[in-house]
């Protein structure tokens, strides 16, 4: 009803593997895709991802508010950091203008203000943090919800923060019900998220009939479930979990792969290759 | 293994003895709990009774040991003695092994994301070997009957088998005392019945079962064998069940309607008690009273041309394959008190919501006032429809009362001058006057949801749609409540009066005491829609809504040649010239 994701068994090769390994392969992914700029090993990444989303089987259906959310996050941020050039200024330092010509009818030379480094960014961020999505998004889709607690145990997290894992799994749907829920209740009392008035304080003002009854409910419903686990003897010892998990060989080699992959990128990255990319055929057009 | 400590002691004491117990949370003045003293033996079931505010809550916290483990703060005297040992000595997770509570919410108390997660959940804190779980797992599941649902999802539950769940949670520890409080709460008859069932073989084989519960009339199928009466944290009653219909007050508590008429033909002059209209205390028979009984216009007389709110083959989903609501049409006018009755997840909020313009129709139209609501928007159709949720803590949000009824008159548009004329009002129809400076989230449940109601009511709807207006409210109040909804109602035409309201609700006697008029919600569907004494005679209906006739249900239909109509008991008194000529066959 109200939760974005379901977990469904399919019977794939991914959902084979031991969640363990899944996510210390994630992990060494993400490692070693951040230590590159340049867009040809960046797109190396991209098509692995691809083929990871592929062998999920995962419908659009089931996927789209994913990657609405996440389309709508990475074209902000590329356009504000690639236009400002705040952050791409650590990654590039020289600046060539896209076109230069002369201004209609006047003879005056201008050059557009958008740089070559710039557009050259924006599209290798956009393809950079695309693939992060690729390889953050199968994992809620074909990860058992019970077996991250154990999986995280086992990877040594404490007894406590590795079941709240488990715990996530299950209230933060509930919270995104319980404000829908308030949303609901006070539009049926004429209230309008999109009210006239401007200036910050008045926008936070109008938030308020939302955010305190859903502040307060979310006290009300961890101070219910801090109960609920004490009366249930949770965190008085060393507990034992009823999920049970194996390493099986496909695992080890999946482990092999991920390591051998974050030492590779990791010395390349040390030996300045992967660096900011810029396609040569777009330097020799301009000037 | 603390598991085996209740039955270590088991034979040396008795399951649970109390003395003296009071009880004083911190920040507040009054006492929660006054000199308790009872003894429960092995297999009892006693009913734990009263209003809310009464202590019932806080009883049962000082017998599940979150008094004083988790809530801290407060004074604790007396005695508690459970197989002879002081709770506030042992541990969370020892008591859990003695004492299994479920909470009133199901919703509340599950923590994990797959059944047999959430039974083995208790068991691997206390680090019961896998095997052994997987045993024990088992066990539970078949004797609740719920061996098919070992590996499916907790969030797609529905009510009952979240119950259910919860409680074999529960008697995995296998505990020797289980603390019930309102385990029916969020269940329809049915449902209630299988629940009671397996609480009675559950104490039949040995289990202390303490329980606290208001449906009175469900719970006495029990059989209990005792009742502890609470009333401001005092006990006003420990005994057998007989003992007590003697002593409560029908007014207070909603006893079996044969009950409440012999109690109210005893007290005599008591009918003046409940609040309603004044009556001669002598009975009539066959003679329609000359003061008139409740203030419920006959629907399905005349009607005007434009209904209020109009459904015109109306079909609703969230998911293509999963159809919430199917070709609804009906139409509510002027006049109109529906009560929408149905079993969870019968549709009955979403047809509300839908009404409202929260969710639109996927085929079908909505007219509000005689105007697709397409065309307008939610803001727009409040003025028309004024929808109180359920839960009041989704709603209540301001620093005071007064600004809390405020809220949706200045939504709305309404001026000062208006604001200040109708909020003084509307407190005083759901008796809140007296607090008007508090901040709402300091009121009790039952009185929040009374805010709820006034500050829907401020808003000057035509209509007045209340989910589940029962929940969490006193008898007392609700009766109290609807009388005076129901008056104002039937009052001349005014702009700040309702014109008509819709009840959802899953409780029978709620909806014959007060509607004119009767929906039956199944799957989607519109079973039935009439006048009460017609609909609610259909048994097979009432069957497949998952609705089980009531003794005030019986009693009614059985006295309407008389009455012409349904009514609450406090006025059915009057028809009935001597009790023994009726026959009760209510067990």
Redesign the interface.
Known sequence: MYVSWRYRERDTVLQRFDPRSRIIFTICVLFSLVQFWDLRFILVFFVLGVVQLWSAQLTWAETKRFWSVLALVILTLSIFTSLTGGAGAAVYESYTPLRTGTLLFTGIPVAIAVSVEQVTFFVTQIVRLVTFGLFALPLPYTIHPARYGIAFRRLGVPDKFAFSTDLAFRFIPSLGQDFQMTLDAQRARGYEVERRGSGLISQIRNMVPLMIPFIVGSIVRSEALIDVLDMRGFGTRPRTWLEELRYERRDYLLLATSLLLLLISTVMNLLDVGNFWTPSFLLVDTI | MPNNRSEVHNRNHLPLVVRDLSYCYGQLPDMALNQLSFQVRSGEIVLIAGSSGSGKTTLVRCL???IP??YRGGQRSGDIRIFGEEPAAL???E??GMVG?V?Q?P????????V??EI???????????AE??RR?RLVLDRLGIVHLHDRE??RLSHGEKQKLVLG?TLV?EPAILLLDEPLASLDAYGTEETLSLIRHLADQGKTVLIVEHRLERILKLRPDKVLFLVNGEQHYFGDVAGFLAMADPSEVKLPAHITLQRLHKLGAAVDTVEGPEVDVRPEVDVRPKVDVPPIKQAFASKPATPLIHYENVSFS?EPDDPILQEINFSLFPGDVVAVLGPNGAGKTTLA?LA?G?LRPNRGRVYIGGRDNKTM???QI??VV??V?Q?P?????APTIEREVA??MH??GFDEVAITSAVPSVLKAVDLTAYMDLPP?ALSFGQQKRLTIA??MA?QSRVLVLDEPTAGQDFRHYTKLMERLLRLLEGDARDDVPEAMVLISHDLDFALSYANRVILLRAGRILADGPPHEVLARRDLLAMCRLQPSSLLELNLQLLPHTGRLMPANMLSRYIPDLEELRFDIS
């Open positions: 599940n040991g979150l483990h988790s541990s969370l997770a008591i859990s509570s909470l919410d919703e509340k108390q599950i923590v994990a994301s797959y047999a997660n083995a959940f208790g068991l691997e804190n206390l680090g019961v070997e896998r779980m997987r797992i907790t969030f949670s520890l969230y919501k409202v929260l928007t939610v803001a409040a003025r004024g929808y949720f839960s803590r989704h709603m209540l949000f809220f949706g939504n709305l989230l500050a829907v808003m």
